[in-house]
């Protein structure tokens, strides 16, 4: 069983930072991209911030400049630094794991992780 467990969120005020971790486990097959993704009460939920397999990132124009993503494949672990945060940062934020299964690309999800960045 593929489990995903994020950590790091909370509150913070406007111009704060905070690191979320997704924690990975039980994946047998091969990662080909993990990210990172975010749904206010209310809204759809967006892609954040992205990791290809060979390391190439990818950031949603209104993090970008700001968040950075990472993982540390030894710990089987993923990262996102977010710096100059904002009010409509707030949202629950969800790591993602794109797998390669028998039958194709899988997406894997975690519990999520409130972060709530006041005024």
């Known amino acids: 069983q593929v489990q995903l467990v994020e950590s790091g969120g909370g509150l913070v005020q406007a111009g704060g930072s905070l690191r979320l971790s997704c924690a990975a486990s039980g994946i047998i097959s091969s990662i080909k991209a993990m990210g990172w993704y975010r749904q206010a009460p209310g809204k759809q939920r967006e892609l954040v911030a992205s990791i290809a397999n060979g390391g190439s990132t990818n950031y949603a124009d209104s993090v970008k400049g700001r968040f950075t993503i990472s993982r540390d494949n030894a710990k089987n672990t993923m990262y996102l630094q977010m710096n100059s945060l904002k009010p409509e940062d707030t949202a629950v934020y969800y790591c993602?794991?794109?797998?390669?299964?028998?039958?194709?690309?899988?997406?894997?999800w975690g519990q999520g992780t409130q972060v709530t960045v006041a005024s």
């Open positions: 993602n794991v794109d797998a390669l299964v028998m039958a194709g690309t899988r997406k894997y």
